[in-house]
């Protein structure tokens, strides 16, 4: 597997909103034009055989009582047909569902873990997606991006539940399922596999988060606004304390293997396929020789161990392949030109 997010279309409409004022002025305008029949040939033509596609919940559907958004449905289900007519898979990811957000999760415990109606609305989302989407060769479901449950059990009691509805919905499709904490590789030592034979287990790598997230507005804690290097060696303040994971000392190709340890044992230990579904560097923070560098390792490291992979992401976002209309990075030499294309990043990932 190799692939692009789509991050930004059917999702995080705020992120993008927030970065350039008035630039969604008509949301259903945004998802008619944000991308189009262009983006997946030209994702198809760089070699790549999928996409994931990030839903929030509320893109779709009404929050008082859950009612499915029809002209936002029929805008998905011609992006669905035409990502598949280019011969590109589709991961439909719930990125945000009723009471989960993964951001709010860096901050605040989320209510989906222990209300049960949170989890009923998530259901009826489902519920939905599935009876359009569930049947179709191609397409596999991610039941819940970044879960940021209060511990490993608990997510592996919810995600069991969820996994056994999605089943009985969706009977032949491929499930896409996630590591506690963001989908992060740790979780795979504590997560327990479900009894289902048809499961893509997920995980997302950002490590460490004080390079590839420095000087990100959205991260909280001064401890994330200092420049760093990669390869480099990070020192950390007695109280850099935070939800989110801050791990200093040395960083380099050795030590990010180590710390994708426990998805290989996972692997191993349950004849699992895996794959890692984001991963990426904030295009504002590092410098240019260290984000390839970083890239480069972590590209290197997923050939070595034969792990499929789908990079954040393909358009704007603070991570995109193609810049266009983000004021905040007008001036980046890596989007010069018409196409506002970052030609060596792409590169990169094709040679991988």
């Known amino acids: ?38 983006d997946f040939r030209r994702v198809k033509g760089w070699g790549f055989d999928h996409v994931r596609l990030p839903l929030d919940w509320q893109v779709a559907f009404e929050p008082d009582g859950m009612a499915p958004r029809e002209e936002v449905l029929s805008i998905l289900d011609g992006a669905v047909d035409g990502l598949l007519r280019e011969g590109l898979e589709v991961i439909l990811d719930l990125h945000k569902c009723p009471g989960h957000d993964f951001l709010e999760g860096t901050r605040r415990e989320q209510p989906f873990f222990t209300s049960s109606e949170h989890r009923a ?22 039941i819940l991006n970044e879960p940021v449950a209060p511990s490993y ?16 919905l969706a009977p032949k499709a491929t499930l896409v399922l996630g590591s506690n904490l963001w989908n992060g590789a740790p979780g795979f030592d504590h ?5 289902d034979g048809n499961v893509l287990y997920s995980f997302h790598c950002y490590v460490p988060l004080l390079f590839t997230h420095q000087c990100a507005p959205w991260v909280d804690g001064d401890v994330f606004h200092v420049r760093r290097p ?20 040395r960083w380099d ?40 560098a970083w890239m480069t390792d972590m590209l290197g490291i997923f050939r070595a161990h034969g792990i499929g992979w789908t990079y954040w992401t393909y358009k704007n976002l603070d991570f995109g392949l ?29 040679a991988h």
């Open 121 to 142: 609305d998530c259901l009826t989302v489902w519920r939905h997606l599935a009876g359009r989407y569930g049947d179709r060769p191609g397409v596999l479901l991610e």
């Open 253 to 292: 190709r050795a030590r990010l293997e180590e710390y994708l340890a426990p998805v290989f044992r996972f692997r191993e230990r349950h004849r699992a396929r895996v794959a890692c579904n984001e991963f990426g560097v904030y295009v504002g923070g590092p410098d240019r020789a260290s984000q390839l």
């Open 191 to 195: 997560l327990a596999p479900v009894e």
């Open 153 to 168: 059990a608990r997510w592996n009691e919810v995600q069991a539940e969820l996994a056994g509805h999605l089943r009985r």
């Open 1 to 38: 597997m190799r692939g692009v997010n789509l991050g930004g279309w059917f999702s995080q409409l705020d992120a993008i909103e927030g970065n350039d004022p008035g630039t969604i002025q008509d949301p259903l305008e945004h998802l008619r034009t944000f991308l189009g029949r262009e």
């Open 322 to 350: 193609v810049s266009r209309g983000e004021h905040r990075y007008a001036d980046k030499p890596q989007y010069a030109g018409p196409e506002r294309l970052d030609r060596e990043l792409v590169a990169l990932l094709q």
């Open 230 to 249: 990669y390869p480099g060696t990070y020192a950390l303040p007695p109280d850099a304390t935070d939800r989110l994971p801050v791990d200093g000392g």
